[in-house]
């Protein structure tokens, strides 16, 4: 059974840093692209990233460039996103979702192309 579990969110205050992991059970996660994405209050779900199957296949969303830091750590099965520089605007829940075909498309903000998603973890920015 496919089953994606994300965890690291918490509150924090503007400035700091957080580390989010996916971590997924049932199969392998180098095998698939996964996306981050995040749901702020009143807001639509949003993309973060996406990393493929080849590592090298990396995209962020513009306002996320340089901030934010996708990788992947094969032994925990995990794919983690190191977020620096915080702000409160960064407030939200915050996704993980895998793609079973592995490739991050110029079409990677879609959610509809995304066949697993987690529960998610709240990440809260306030001073």
């Known amino acids: 059974q496919v089953q994606l579990v994300e965890s690291g969110g918490g509150s924090v205050q503007p400035g700091e840093s957080l580390r989010l992991a996916c971590a997924g059970s049932g199969f392998s996660m180098e095998k698939y692209s996964t996306g981050w994405f995040r749901r702020a209050p009143g807001k639509e779900r949003e993309v973060v990233s996406c990393?493929?199957?080849?590592?090298?296949?990396?995209k962020y969303a513009d306002s996320f460039e340089g901030r934010f830091t996708v990788s992947r750590d094969n032994a925990k099965n995990t794919v983690n996103l190191q977020m620096d520089n915080l702000k409160s605007e960064d407030t939200a829940m915050y996704y993980c979702?895998?793609?079973?075909?592995?490739?991050?498309?110029?079409?990677?903000?879609?959610?509809?192309?995304?066949?697993?998603w987690g529960q998610g973890t709240q990440v809260t920015v306030s001073s």
């Open positions: 979702a895998i793609n079973v075909r592995g490739t991050c498309s110029d079409y990677y903000a879609r959610t509809t192309l995304y066949d697993y």
């Open positions: 990393m493929g199957s080849n590592p090298g296949n990396i």
